[in-house]
Structure formats: C-alpha cells, structure tokens
C-alpha cells in the first residue's frame, strides 16, 4: 500500500510550490488542503475576522479553485488522517490534528520583519506565534526538516533560533528559475513596477502615500505600473494612486514575476518579490537591507521541488523517525 502525503496550502505562491513538489513524488498517495485553523480561530475564520492571513476565505477559495482546476486530489482539514508524512507551508499555525505528525516545512520567501511584535511573542512563547506574522517562521521546531531557499536563509534562520541540524538548502520553487519569467506575454516593457506590500491588512502600519510619491520620484518621465498585493483592498489602494500618481497603471491582478522580468525597476516594501529583482539583477528597492537581501537571494538551481520532494521521500523511507 502506497505511503500518503499531506499537503498543507496556503496563498498561490505556496500552493502552486506544494504542487511542484508533489510532481516529483508521484510513487506515493497525495491530498491537498487550503490552509485551516482550529477552534476559536476557525470562528473567527467564519466571521471573516482573519481575511488578511491564508486561512481568510479569499485566499482559501482561490486555493481551492486551483486546486480544483488542477485536478488534484483534496482531503479539506485533513480529515482523512493518518497520513504518514505532512508538507506545510506555514508553521507559525500548527494545525491541532497533524501535531506529533512528520513533518517537512518548506520556506515561502521572505520573512516579515522583526516588529515590536515579534519580539514579544519570542520573549512570551504562550503567545501565538502567528502574532508576529511569518517573522518566526522555523521556531516551531515541530518539523523533521526545514527547507529554504539559500545559504544566506540558513544563516539567517540560525540566527533566529532554528536548529541547524533540521535545515536543508535545496532552493525554494517558484523563486529557484526566475530567468523563465522572461518568457512571457505581458505586454509592456521598461517601466518602474511598484508591487504593495499588504501591510494594512495584517494590522501593521503603512505609509501609503509616502510609498507611491516614492515610486513616482524613482519613475520620473518613465511609465509607471503598480502591482497590488493578491490580499489588498483593491478599491481603496488603486483610489489612492490615482490621487497620487495620476496617469500609472494598476493590476490587481496577473503574474507579478512575469511584470517584474520586464520592467527596469522593482519598488517595493516588504514583499519576496525583491528576490526575484534581485535574481533577476534589476535596479530593486525594498525597505530591507539590500545588501543582506543579495546574501539571501535563493539558489538558482532550477531543481527545488526536486530537491525538497528528495528530503521527504528520506523521511518516508527511514525507519529511524517511524
């Protein structure tokens, strides 16, 4: 009987990277899941309170859809347990019925940055880790191993207090091949892209108006394209460029990768899209420290899922962690 797989999803950059990596384990059983949480939380869920984390309807219906479209096999909150190895993209919520599971965490991309927050919920661990955002990513230590995209990234998540040993750099996909983005059909070239970070949504603060006078500076006479964030409020964020950058596009929609691979210059705040600038060696502003940012550029490897479907298919077929 064929070993199963738990596929635990989350926005599309994390479900389309699950998918990926299921392609290169099709010796064993698979099921997908939106992300999900539990108890109090899921009341919340219902209540549309959670909107801007994965778990928001929002994202959950537009994972579900895919997951759908794709034909992929779905086993919604994981009720058809036991499964004998998870794949999730999040650990900062551990999900109440694949706790003690073996389990592989795949890094999503950047990390939120270390807010007041994130040094209280690291102090108070009784609080929940998803207080801070994805800034405490790894520090479950709930997994059997930790995939990331870099050796900039292992560094970097040793220093938050992951455990070395659990670490594996095997690349990230969806950030693992960036020059395949130029391949593509968008139909502009050479302009200033500004990608929005979803600050507001998360309850942290932003200085919108300072972003987008920002980006019209940088443009100048160039054309100028704003990329929003899939959990924006869209009214709201294309009424602000308007008022303050007449005459630039909006996409709420569309593949941001693919914008950024024609566009001169990337702006943006706190969002993974910079690591795609980066790869990608286009002029690329962030609000994190640019040169720490090229030390943690993933790997170009163009084999990340491979790899990542590698470690799990060691986990599956060691007796040591039975």
């Known amino acids: 009987m064929k070993k199963k797989i738990f596929f635990i999803c989350g926005s599309m950059n994390q479900t389309t990277q699950m998918h990926q990596i299921a392609r290169h384990l099709d010796n064993y059983d ?27 309807n929002k994202l959950s219906n537009r994972c579900r859809d895919y997951l759908q479209n794709q034909g992929l096999p779905m086993d919604e909150r994981g009720r058809n347990r036991p499964y004998d190895l998870v794949v999730t993209c999040s650990d900062v919520y551990l999900q109440k019925n ?28 009784f609080l929940p880790l998803w207080f801070a955002g994805n800034a405490l990513t790894g520090l479950s230590d709930a997994y059997q191993a930790f995939c990331v995209a870099s050796e900039g990234y292992r560094d970097f998540f040793i220093k938050k207090g992951v455990h070395a040993e659990k670490i594996v750099v095997t690349g990230i996909p969806n950030f ?96 993974s899209t910079a690591l795609v600038g980066l790869a990608l060696g286009k002029e690329t502003h962030s609000d994190f420290n640019m040169e720490e940012m090229r030390r943690l550029t993933p790997v170009q490897n163009g084999s990340a899922a491979l790899n990542i479907a590698n470690v799990c298919r060691r986990l599956l077929e060691s007796e040591d962690l039975c």
């Open 30 to 56: 698979h099921a997908f899941s939106p992300f999900y949480v539990d108890g109090f939380d899921e009341i919340l869920r219902r209540l549309g309170m959670i909107e801007f984390t994965v778990a928001g």
């Open 98 to 125: 694949i706790k003690g599971d073996r389990m592989v965490l795949v890094q999503e991309g950047i990390t939120d940055p270390e807010s007041m927050m994130f040094h209280l919920v690291n102090r108070f661990r």
């Open 176 to 271: 693992d091949k960036c020059r395949e983005y130029s391949s593509n059909t968008f139909p502009y070239k050479d302009y200033v892209l500004a990608c929005t970070s979803a600050l507001r949504e998360t309850l942290q603060y932003e200085n919108r108006k300072a972003f987008i006078e920002k980006a019209v500076k940088i443009a100048g006479s160039r054309r100028l394209i704003f990329k929003l964030h899939p959990s924006e409020k869209v009214r709201r964020a294309t009424l602000e460029i308007n008022q303050y950058a007449p005459g630039a596009m909006v996409f709420s929609t569309g593949n941001a990768e693919e914008m950024i691979a024609n566009c001169d210059v990337l702006i943006t705040r706190f969002s």
